[in-house]
C-alpha cells in the first residue's frame, strides 16, 4: 500500500511496461477536488442550504426549472474558475505514452479536456456540464446560455436543461457503448480507478480480466479489498510519479 514517493517510484517501475499497452483510467469527484471543485455528495456539496441530490433531479427541474438552472450557473462558474490539477496534466501526459487510453470519467467538468486529454481518449459518463439539451427535442449545445430565465429551445421552445445525468436517470447508452467497445477490441494491461468510491463493477470486472487493478484513493473503498495495489495517497500526487512525469 504505497503513499511515499520511495515507495511510489517503485511500483511505478513495476507498472511501466503495462502503462505502455492499453490502459482504462476511471476518475471521479476526488481528482476535481484536488481543483476546488466540492464533491457531489461532501460536506461541501450543499448549495443554499439545498442538497444536491434535491436540485439534481428531473422532479426538481420540473417544480423549478430556474432554481435549478440558478444552481447550474453558479456551479458553472465555479469550473471556469478552477484550473487542471497534476493528476489531470498526469493523464493527459499518459495519453502519448500509452499504446492505447480510455479516461472513463464520472465528472462533468472540462478539467481533463482543459489539461489536453484529447477527445477520443475520453468518455464522460455522467455528461458534461458546458453542454445543454433540450426537453422536447434533440437540440443540444455547448454555446453560453444565460441561466435566468430558465433558457428555451430555438427550434421547439421547450425548455433547455443541463446536458448531465440527474439522479433517477439511466445513463446515456452512447457514453457506455464507447467503453464496451473499447473493452470488445482486447484486455486492458492495466485499470487505474482514481479518485472515486463508485463504480460500475461491471467496468471493473470487464478491465481486470487480464489486467492489474490499481486503486488510487487517499480512502478505503469498496474496491480496496480487489485491488492488486492500493495507492493511498491525493490523485495529484501520486499520479505524477506512477506514470514518470514532471507535476
Known amino acids: ?144 446560455l444565460a441561466p435566468s430565465p430558465p433558457p428555451r429551445c430555438p427550434r421547439c421552445r421547450a425548455l433547455l436543461r443541463p446536458g448531465v445525468v440527474w439522479f433517477g436517470e439511466s445513463l446515456d447508452p452512447a457514453p457506455i457503448a464507447r467503453v464496451e467497445a473499447f473493452f470488445e477490441r482486447a484486455p486492458c494491461d492495466v485499470t487505474l480507478v482514481v479518485g472515486t468510491t463508485a463504480l460500475f463493477a461491471y467496468v471493473v470486472d470487464w478491465a481486470t480480466r487480464d489486467g492489474a487493478l490499481v486503486e488510487v484513493n487517499p480512502e478505503t473503498t469498496p474496491l480496496s479489498a480487489r485491488a492488486d495495489h492500493v495507492v493511498r495517497a491525493p490523485a495529484g500526487q501520486a499520479l505524477p510519479l506512477l506514470f514518470g512525469v514532471p507535476a
Open 1 to 144: 500500500m504505497p503513499s511515499d514517493r520511495a515507495s511510489l517510484e517503485t511500483l511505478a517501475q513495476r507498472l511501466a511496461p503495462r502503462l505502455r499497452g492499453r490502459v482504462l483510467v476511471v476518475t471521479g469527484a476526488g481528482v476535481s477536488a484536488e481543483s476546488g471543485i466540492p464533491t457531489f455528495r461532501g460536506a461541501g456539496g450543499f448549495w443554499r442550504k439545498m442538497s444536491p441530490q434535491r436540485l439534481a433531479t428531473p422532479e426538481a427541474f420540473q417544480r423549478d426549472p430556474a432554481l435549478v438552472w440558478q444552481w447550474y450557473g453558479e456551479r458553472r462558474d465555479g469550473v471556469r474558475a478552477a484550473a487542471p490539477n497534476p493528476a489531470h496534466h498526469a493523464i493527459a501526459t499518459l495519453g502519448s505514452m500509452a499504446a492505447e487510453l480510455l479516461v472513463v470519467t464520472q465528472n462533468v467538468d472540462d478539467l481533463h479536456e482543459r489539461a489536453g486529454t484529447r477527445a477520443d481518449q475520453l468518455v464522460h459518463v455522467h455528461g458534461e456540464i458546458f453542454r445543454t439539451t433540450c426537453t422536447g427535442c434533440d437540440f443540444a449545445t455547448r454555446e453560453p
